[in-house]
């Protein structure tokens, strides 16, 4: 599989480092468990297009998120997160809260 990272183009997905679907974006907010349960242990497994998260660690260690059919495995987009792709977090927060220990 190939991702197109925006900066540096075309390359192989062994140049990444995958994090998990795009729902690490939306963090809750306050201190509701049924909220928390849902964002620690709650994922759905579709069949089809997906979007996760991937962080270039290989090449120029941007985050980006990844739009991608699980049953073709066909790459459809990648933007970078930190250009305030959809999920309304930036780069800069991804990092912070990886940082602090969050689950990003």
């Known amino acids: 599989m190939r991702i197109p990272c925006p900066l540096c183009g075309p390359r192989d997905r ?9 729902d690490y974006l939306n963090r809750p907010v306050g201190d509701d468990p049924a909220a928390w349960d849902a964002y620690l ?7 089809g297009e997906t979007r996760d998260l991937w962080y ?3 090449g120029c260690a941007s985050w980006l998120l990844v739009t991608r059919n699980t049953v073709t495995h066909a790459v459809l987009d990648a933007r970078l997160v930190a250009a305030g792709g ?13 940082k602090s220990g969050g689950a990003a």
């Open 14 to 22: 062994r140049e990444f480092f995958y994090y998990g679907s795009e």
């Open 41 to 47: 242990h709650l994922r759905d497994n579709p069949a």
């Open 56 to 58: 270039h660690e290989m």
């Open 86 to 98: 959809e999920g309304g977090a930036s780069g800069g927060d991804i990092l912070a809260k990886m």
